[in-house]
């Protein structure tokens, strides 16, 4: 049984969001939490009478359960169940503690980053929750993208890192659900592989197995984004996975001058998951 977190705004955006989810899991036992959550600032909070807090919060339960229902009448699954959440705190906290309590297995949330640049891109409550090094992966889903099974998957890795059991096993588990062709993409720095990649790469290819995988060393003949941006396009990739940790790639994405020029758009659902190492 999979636990999975969906925060809700009730938009065409987070409606997004869940209908992917319940596509990419249609054929597994899952729990969907549905999360919505209204931000009142403490010091107004302490002010407002108990009817207008009731108010808002009749009003949230309500959205949410017709939400609930829009989702169940779409989704004939005996496979799927869906649970509503409210809370009354920024979208990072209750993801957070929501993710604790529930024994969540994966955070599902839509951004609106296919036409947007980076700068926009990294701004969203997604990847703000990402910031926050959840116990588990999050799935970023571009707005506006349809669900197409997954056939092709690229995990970008430098290849400095030794990678745990766990967040192996997380990437074993989505190539071999979905029956799709893992590509290790390796970032090329001009120079041979250490010592440490070498072993890193052996321990990669000892582990990624049980399906189609391929490795790829690729030249760096731009800044890192555009290098993933091209690899995607040009394999039809269908999920981006990275793992996320200090000085990995996805924080050298960020920290690129050129972000802003260039933008970081997968246009792909965006697989990040989070350091399991407590060295990292």
């Avoid at 092709?152 to 967040?167: G, P």
Wanted: glycine share 2%; hydrophobic share 40%; net charge negative.
């Amino acid at each position: 049984m999979k636990h999975i977190l969906v925060p809700v705004d009730f938009s065409d955006n987070s409606w997004t969001g869940l209908v992917y989810a319940v596509k990419l899991y249609k054929h597994e036992l899952c729990t969907f939490y549905l999360l919505h959550t209204e931000v009142l600032d403490p010091e107004i909070l302490a002010s407002l009478n108990e009817v207008y807090i009731e108010n808002v919060l009749k009003l949230g339960n309500d959205q949410l359960k017709l939400f609930k229902e829009q989702i169940e009448t779409s989704d004939h699954n005996a496979n799927h169940e869906f649970k509503t959440i409210i809370k009354f705190q920024p979208l990072t906290l209750a993801v957070k503690e929501a993710v604790k309590e529930f024994s969540i297995d994966l955070v599902v949330m839509c951004t609106k980053g296919t036409k947007d640049n980076l700068t926009t891109f990294f701004s969203t409550n997604s990847v703000n929750v990402v910031h926050k090094r959840l116990s588990c992966p999050v799935l970023i889903i571009p707005d506006n993208y349809d669900y197409k099974p997954i056939q092709q998957i690229a995990f970008s890795t430098d290849l400095n890192r030794f990678y745990t059991t766990k967040e192996l096993t997380i990437i074993n588990d989505v190539a071999y659900d979905n029956n799709a062709a893992l590509r290790v993409m390796h970032i090329e720095t001009g120079s041979s592989l250490t010592n440490i990649q070498e072993y890193n790469l052996s321990v990669l290819k000892k582990s990624l197995q049980g399906f189609e995988t391929h490795y790829h060393s690729v030249p760096s003949f731009d800044k890192k984004a555009e290098v993933i941006n091209t690899f995607i396009k040009d394999l039809s990739i269908g999920l981006l996975v990275m793992v996320n940790y200090k000085h990995s790639i996805f924080e050298k994405i960020i920290n690129e001058p050129v972000i802003k020029k260039i933008g970081f758009n997968p246009q792909i659902p965006f697989l990040v998951i989070p350091n399991h190492n407590s060295d990292n």
